[in-house]
C-alpha cells in the first residue's frame, strides 16, 4: 500500500514493515508520514504472522464489528487519517518543490483524504522506497528486542549502542542513518542523534553540527522534520574545509554533552509510560558523517571515530562498486579510546540506486527546502522534554511529555512570505553582548561596515556561559558591540540554539555603529521560529553570522508571483535579483578544480 501526501498511520492489528522499520500493532500510537513526490514513497507492507519480525496482536476492542464480521484473525488492521500539518505550502514558497505532495487529479481517492491519496502505479517521477538486502543484514548486528527473537536482557549490549555512519556523498548515508534510528527505537524511548554532515542535515538547518534527541520514528526526507537542538554549534558553511579546527572541536564538544548528560539518563529524567514497554535507562547514539571522504575528509572521519567510540559502523560501499577499494578509514577501523577497548564492529553495506530524483534536485535545492521548512516551522511544546535541562522552558501541559500517541512536533505556516512576518524589534546595544563574523574574508569586515553585512544576513543565536567570553570595553555602548577579528564561540561553553533572519537594520547602525551610544531607534528586525521561551531561557546574547545566506526563494513575495501568474518577466523584473543567467565574459561562478596533482604529489 502506498500513499502519497502526508497522514497519520495507526496500526490496530498485527504488525507493518515501513521504510525499513518493524512496526508493532498499538492502538495509542500514531506515526506521522510524509510522502512527497521528490523521495522515494514509503511503502506500507503487512508482515505475515509467521515472519520473525512481527509482533504478538494487540488486543483492540473499538474495532466495529461489521468490521469484525468480514476480516480473518490473521488480517492486519490499520487506520488511516488526515495530517493537516501546512507542509504543502512549501510549495508556494520553494517553486522548485511546487506540487510535492499532490496526486494525480485522475487518480481515484480511494481513503477519501484531503491530505493524502492513495498510489495505484508508480510512474517515472516517483521512486518507492526499498531497503537493500545489505542494509537488512546489517541490522541483525543491532541488539534485538523480545518481539524480534530477543529474550529478555541477553540480547542487549552490555554498553550503549553508538551506531556511526560512514560513507561518500549520494549513497544514501543519511537515509541508512535515519532507517538505523527508527529500528532503535523499536526497543528504545529514546535515541540520541549527532548530526556531523554540514550540507545535508537531519533536523537541524544547514551549517550546524548538532545533538538531537529523538522519542519517535521519523518517516519523510528531512525537511519534513525540523527539531529543536539538545545542543549543536553553528560553523558558518556547508563544508568545514575554512575552519577545520572549529568544526572537530564542536563535535567533540557534542560528544562529551552526550556521554555526561545524554548516555545513561537520570532517574527523574526518565519518561513515566506504564503503557511503553521500551527501556529508557540507556539512550543509544547515531551519528551521520559528512560524505567528504578524500585528503582532509579522512582526517575528520579519523577524528570523529576516535572521539565516537562506536560499537557499530556501517560503512558504505564506494559508487564503483568495489568493496576493497573503500576509504582509507575503513581499511583499519579504529580501537576505542578510553573506553572497553573493543574494536567496533565493521559492517558494509550497498548504497541505494540513483533514482529520477537525484537528477532533478541538487544538492543547493535541498539545502534550500530545508532553510524554507525551518523559518516557515512552528515548533510545538511537545519538543521541549527533549531539550537540555538549561534551556528547556516550562510547559504548563503535562501531556506534551508523553511517547504514546504524541502531539506533532511541528506545523508550518506558509500563509505569507517571510517579508511580511512580523519581526522582533531587537535593540542591539541592549540585547547583544556581541557580534561575530565566521568564514573566508570576515576579518576583514571594519565596524562602519557591520551593519550592512548583518542587513538581510542569516545569523545564529548563540548563548555563551557568563565570563567565557571577554566583551571589549571598547564594545560597551556602541550600537553595534563588533569587535573585528574576533574568534567564534568555544563549544565547550556555548551553545546554538537555532538560527534567525536579520530582515532590517535601522538606517542610524547602518550609517555609523560606533559613533555615540544606542537609541531607542537603533533596532534590528529579526526573524525567527524560535519560540520567545526558549530565546528568554537560553539567554542567547551572540550574534554569528556565517557564510550561509538566505535562498532566493525566501526574498520573494510569492503571492505577487501567483497574482501576476506563472514565473514569467515578471521575477526577472524583482530589484538585485537576478534569474537568468548572464552573458557577460567572467560573470559564472569560478570552478576550480582540486583533483589535479603535480608530477612529484603522484
Not at 512580523?422 to 568564514?439: K, R
Request: with cysteine; proline share 9%.
Amino acid at each position: 500500500l502506498a500513499l502519497l501526501g502526508v497522514y497519520n498511520l495507526t496500526i490496530l492489528r498485527g504488525s507493518v514493515s515501513l521504510m525499513g522499520s518493524n512496526l508493532p500493532a498499538s492502538s495509542s500510537v500514531t506515526h506521522s508520514i510524509f510522502a512527497p513526490k521528490c523521495s522515494p514513497i514509503p511503502i506500507i507492507e503487512a508482515l505475515a504472522f509467521n515472519d520473525p519480525a512481527f509482533s504478538a496482536p494487540s488486543t483492540v476492542t473499538n474495532i466495529p464489528e461489521r468490521i469484525s464480521r468480514v476480516i480473518g484473525p490473521d488480517c492486519t488492521i490499520i487506520f488511516l487519517e488526515d495530517n493537516l500539518t501546512g507542509i504543502d505550502g512549501l510549495g508556494r514558497v520553494c517553486k522548485t518543490f511546487e506540487g510535492i505532495f499532490e496526486g494525480e487529479a485522475s487518480s481515484e481517492n480511494v481513503f477519501r483524504l484531503r491530505s493524502a491519496r492513495n498510489v495505484s502505479a508508480l510512474n517515472r517521477a516517483m521512486q518507492p522506497f526499498q531497503v537493500p538486502v545489505s542494509w537488512q543484514n546489517a541490522f541483525a548486528f543491532l541488539p534485538k528486542t523480545p518481539s524480534e527473537g530477543g529474550i529478555g536482557d541477553e540480547t542487549l549490549s552490555p554498553q550503549p549502542v553508538v551506531v556511526l555512519v560512514r560513507g561518500q556523498k549520494r549513497t544514501g548515508k543519511s537515509t541508512l542513518a535515519r532507517t538505523v534510528m527508527n529500528r532503535l527505537l523499536n526497543q528504545h524511548r529514546r535515541v540520541a542523534f549527532l548530526e556531523c554532515d554540514l550540507g545535508q542535515t537531519e533536523f537541524a538547518p544547514p551549517a550546524l553540527v548538532s545533538l538531537n534527541v529523538v522519542d519517535r520514528p521519523m518517516f519523510g526526507p528531512p525537511f519534513t522534520h525540523p527539531l529543536l537542538p539538545y545542543a549543536s554549534h553553528f560553523i558558518g558553511s556547508t563544508s568545514p574545509r575554512n575552519s577545520p579546527s572549529h568544526y572537530v572541536s564542536s563535535i567533540q564538544s557534542l560528544i562529551q554533552t552526550y556521554k555526561i548528560d545524554l548516555q545513561y539518563p537520570a532517574p527523574e529524567d526518565e519518561v513515566a509510560d506504564a503503557d511503553d514497554f521500551r527501556t529508557d535507562d540507556v539512550i543509544p547514539l547515531v551519528v551521520n558523517t559528512m560524505g567528504w571522504t578524500k585528503g582532509l575528509g579522512t582526517d575528520f572521519a579519523k577524528q570523529i571515530e576516535e572521539a565516537v567510540e562506536p560499537t557499530h559502523i556501517f560503512s558504505m560501499q564506494n559508487l564503483s562498486g568495489d568493496f576493497g577499494a573503500m576509504m582509507d578509514v575503513a581499511k583499519s577501523p579504529v580501537r576505542a579510546v578510553g573506553g572497553s577497548g573493543l574494536e567496533p564492529q565493521v559492517v558494509e553495506v550497498e548504497p541505494i540506486p540513483s533514482g529520477i530524483q537525484s537528477a532533478r534536485y541538487t544538492a543547493a535545492d535541498w539545502r534550500t527546502i530545508s532553510l524554507m521548512s525551518y523559518f516557515h516551522s512552528i515548533p510545538s511544546p511537545a519538543q521541549y522534554y527533549l531539550l537540555s535541562a538549561a534551556i528547556q522552558p516550562s510547559v504548563s501541559d503535562a501531556s506534551f511529555t508523553t511517547t504514546t500517541n504524541p502531539a506533532p512536533l511541528c506545523t508550518w505556516d506558509c500563509r505569507l512570505p517571510l517579508i511580511a512576518h512580523t519581526p522582533y524589534s531587537v535593540s542591539p546595544s541592549t540585547a547583544l553582548d556581541s557580534v561575530v563574523l565566521v568564514g573566508a574574508g570576515s576579518e576583514d569586515v571594519v565596524p562602519s561596515e557591520v551593519g550592512r553585512v548583518l542587513n538581510g544576513a542569516l545569523v545564529a543565536l548563540v548563548s555563551c556561559q557568563p565570563g567565557s567570553v571577554d566583551v571589549s570595553p571598547s564594545q560597551i555602548g556602541d550600537r553595534l558591540p563588533y569587535s573585528q577579528g574576533a574568534d567564534p564561540p568555544d563549544p565547550a561553553t556555548s551553545n546554538c540554539i537555532g538560527l534567525a533572519l536579520v530582515r532590517g537594520v535601522s538606517p542610524s547602525v547602518i550609517s555609523d555603529p560606533k559613533a555615540g551610544t544606542g537609541t531607542e531607534k537603533d533596532v534590528l528586525h529579526v526573524l525567527t521560529p524560535l519560540p520567545p521561551t526558549l530565546i528568554a531561557s537560553s539567554a542567547a546574547r551572540f550574534l554569528v553570522k556565517g557564510e550561509v545566506e538566505l535562498p532566493i526563494w525566501g526574498m520573494l513575495d510569492y503571492r505577487e508571483l501567483e497574482r501576476d501568474g506563472a514565473r514569467s518577466h515578471e521575477i526577472d523584473g524583482v530589484p538585485y535579483l537576478q534569474w537568468s543567467k548572464s552573458e557577460a565574459v567572467g560573470a559564472e561562478r569560478r570552478r576550480v578544480r582540486r583533483n589535479l596533482m603535480r608530477r612529484g604529489q603522484m
